[in-house]
Structures are given as C-alpha cells and as structure tokens.
C-alpha cells in the first residue's frame, strides 16, 4: 500500500554538491549539503576527478548528519531516490552506489530520477503542488533550459535550451575576467550591486533569423567573449577597469534575455504560472526582473529560496516522495549512473 505521506530520503551527487534530504511528503525534513566547491576553486571550475573522491569521503557523514539532525532512523524510511542523471558521469555513480546500497541493504524501492525534473519538484516544499502545467527556467553551472511541465512526476518538454554556455556558466568565466572568486556568480552579483549599466552588451538569439531559429533557445558564448574584449581594450588602453558597471551590464544582459524568453514562452503556451531554479536563480536582478516582468503579464511567479535553487538532496526527495504518492512503479536495481539523460526521462 502507497504510504500518505511517503517517507523518502534523496541523494544528489550529479556535480560537486554532496546532497542528503529527506522529506515528508511535502515536509522538508532536512537538507545536509557538503560541498567540494572550494577545492575547485584554483582550478576555476569543477574537477570531476576530484568532486567523485570528495563525494565519496562525504557521503556517509552527510547521511549520519541529515538522519541525526531529522531524528529519522534509516529503518523509518519509505524509498529512496537518487540522481541518475544527467551530470558528471564518475560523480553520479558514487550516489547512485550509494543509493542501491541503501535500498538493497534496507529492503525499500529505489527511484533514479532526473536532476532537472528534481530542480523543479524541488518548489513543492516551498510553496506546495505545482501548478500543472507550469513552465520552468532552470538556470545553474551546467544547464539553462526553458521547460514545459504538465506533470513533473512524468512529463517535462524541453521548449528550449542553450546551445553553447551554460548562464552560470557565463557568470563563472566572466568573474575570472574581472579577477572575481570562483564560483563567480555570486560575486558578480554583489558587485553588480555598486555598478550602473553603462554598456550595452549583445542578447544572443534574440533577433532576427536567429530567433526564427532559437525562440526559446539561449546563447551567452557571444556575450561572454563581448565582456573579454571589451575589458580587453580597457586594460590595453590603460584606463582602470570598471568592474561594478561591467558586472551589472553583462548582468543586465543574461536577465533580460532569460526574463524575455520566458515570458514569451509562457504567453505562446498559455502557461499562467513560471517557476525559476537552479543555481543562477539566487541572483537579485534575475529575480526582481522576472517578477515586473511577470505582473506585466499575468504571470505567477515561484522561486524557491537560495538554498533549495542550488544542487541539493532535498529536490532528489521531493520528486522522490511525488512519484511514491503517484504509484510510479520503482527503478530497477540496476538502473545505471546516465551522465546524458534526457530531460524527457523524469525516472529510469
Ligand atoms: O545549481 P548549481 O548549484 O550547480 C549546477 O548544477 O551548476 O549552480 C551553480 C551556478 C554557478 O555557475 C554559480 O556561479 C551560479 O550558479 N550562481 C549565481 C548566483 N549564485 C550562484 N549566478 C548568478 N547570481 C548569483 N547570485
Ligand atoms: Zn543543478
């Protein structure tokens, strides 16, 4: 018999963010996160090498840590579920390792599921059931994909996606041209803050035969390489670089177009509500303009709060539990570690 309020504990290791989350029902119970991110950081981007060992190492304190701190016993819980894709292959397989362990060692049904369709599903802890259809703009370091959903526990259509960077992406390789942090987009966030936008920065595929082609596509390799020469010329010139104007500018730039697209999105499929998460989703601007440009249009808008925007094991269970409650039949033991699943494929 399908429990009411399924018990499910998710695992996310897709990148570098070691996830363990356990929800109830739609009741966050708890979200344990270790992250290998600054290890990283010299290298200006993730390792995968590196993010499997340190998944690996953090794997079983950070599920001791998420049970103790939930007062949840392993003997408790109902199903797991873990990322099976897409993401970094090495790093995928040490969770869903894990995972099967669990399960097997437990004698509860294992669901893999899809890391996009978990950043989605992840809202429901937030601001409860999703609206059906709801279109969602995932934006992170590894993915930026406009995406029509009727029922995130079995059917998400791509609408669009971009075909070169990634948003965060952009945000990463742009802070290392100004001399920001890695991660970079939190930094360009802040500095955007103290800058005006004085330059005008190109909105890829927006225009044209371009958006005959792209409408609900994203580009950001033309803007990024804008930013490089632009400060380029600057540094070759001798003047000093204006970093804060810079960053609020090609700031500027990625909202408008992500805003823009799926706004449009939203009116061309007759979708009253838009959900935004991923890493990316944490940014001020991206989430003031997408509200304006929601009430212009009737739009509602949800986004989860920073923490459950970025990689983490509570999105894993809550698509988790929703697949339980809905009797979605369990992955079998060997469903494999897929570094390229389609976004189509909510479970394998
Ligand atoms: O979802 P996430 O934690 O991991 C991936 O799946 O990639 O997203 C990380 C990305 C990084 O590129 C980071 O620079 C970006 O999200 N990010 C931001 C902000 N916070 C994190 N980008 C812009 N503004 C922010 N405030
Ligand atoms: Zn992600």
Redesign the pocket.
Known sequence: MTPDRPLVLGIET????TGVGIVRGEELLIDAVASSVDEHARFGG?VPEVASRAHVEAMIPTLERACTSAGVRLADLDAIAVTSGP?LAGTLMVGVAAAKALSLALGIPLYGVN?LAA?IAVDILEHGPLPEPVLALL?????SSLLLVPDVTSDVRPLGATIDD????A??KV?RVLGLP?????????AAGDGEITIDFPRGLTSGRDLERHRFDFSFSGLKTAVARWVETERASGRTVPVADVAASF?EA?VDVLTRKAVAAAREHGVTDLQI??????????RALAQERCAANGIRLRVPR?GL???NGAMVAALGTQLVARGAAPSALDVPADSSMPVTLVQS
């Open positions: 897709s990148c570098d963010e993730v993401g890391h950043h934006v992170s370091g590894g993915h990634a948003a965060g992406e945000f990463d802070a890695f991660p970079g987009g939190p930094h360009i966030d802040r700031q990625v998460g991923g890493g990316v989703a944490a940014n001020s601007r991206l920073p925007c970025t990689d």
